[in-house]
């Protein structure tokens, strides 16, 4: 996990939003199997931001699962079906 914030400032750095929107779902995946739901929703947040401005329906579409996946093992499974 500690290389995953350094491959994201060398993407953000090198301006591959598409790569650094991946590595801001990742991160989120990782917060969320490790506990930190809260943050890992924030990355997420991030991440699906980044899909929709680059035109990525793919990594919308996996970051939304995510985020599904989330709310459902919090127990909002409204928000989850959305």
Same mark, same amino acid.
């Given at each position: 996990?500690?290389?995953?914030?350094?491959?994201?400032?060398?993407?953000?750095?090198?301006?591959?939003?598409? %790569?650094? @929107?991946?590595?801001?779902?990742?991160?989120?995946?990782?917060? %969320?199997?490790? @506990?930190?739901?809260?943050?890992?929703?924030?990355?997420? @947040?991030?991440?699906?931001?980044?899909?929709?401005?680059?035109?990525?329906?793919?990594?919308?579409?996996?970051?939304? %699962?995510?985020?599904?996946?989330?709310?459902?093992?919090? @127990?909002?499974?409204?928000?989850?079906?959305?």
């Amino acid at each position: 996990m500690q290389h995953l914030p350094t491959r994201l400032r060398h993407r953000a750095r090198h301006r591959d939003r598409r %790569a650094e @929107g991946v590595s801001l779902s990742n991160l989120g995946r990782l917060d %969320a199997d490790h @506990g930190s739901r809260e943050e890992a929703a924030q990355y997420h @947040g991030r991440a699906l931001a980044i899909a929709r401005e680059v035109g990525s329906q793919r990594d919308e579409g996996y970051v939304l %699962a995510n985020l599904g996946s989330l709310r459902a093992d919090e @127990g909002w499974l409204d928000e989850a079906r959305v």
